[in-house]
């Protein structure tokens, strides 16, 4: 989801609510504490530089229970970070929360609540490294057999 998405999205709520993988809630009464943007320049193993930019939500929750962060305010300090940082609304979100350390996730919606969605670690040079390509799981089911087979009592043996 990017910037974009998530303000036209948060036109037509409520109330904001966040899903973990697990299907648990973040607590409503969680701030936002940073919108920014970050920028990762990196070399992968097969040597090739490459860079990649998100705008960076941080979710936290404090022993304020009585908080709300209501759609309209979670608007404008989209739109305040976008005018002074200069963040692209063509972003891309990656969402924080503290878990056992803190985890990223990427942003989606269903039904009306934002989803964070898990991140998975990847080899983006895996020609260069010699790691083997996927094969194709068949079912043996679905195999076709041979027109030519011999069967039982044919006499082909």
Known sequence: MTLSEIKKQLENLDQIAFQ???GGLVP?????TEVGEVVKN???CGGTVRKE?????QLWEANDYDHRLHPEKLV???ELSERVLGLDENLEIEVE???ETIQKYNLDIKEGVFQL???FTDCLAKDNCGIPQDKPKQNLR???QPTNTCTPGSGCC
Not at 28 to 32: G, T
Not at 53 to 57: D, S
């Open 142 to 144: 679905e195999l076709t």
């Open 28 to 32: 409503s009464h969680f701030h936002v």
């Open 53 to 57: 930019t998100v705008a960076n939500f």
């Open 20 to 22: 973990l993988p697990n």
């Open 76 to 78: 404008s300090i989209i």
């Open 97 to 99: 929360y503290q878990g």
């Open 117 to 119: 969605t898990s991140k």
């Open 42 to 44: 990196f070399i992968d």
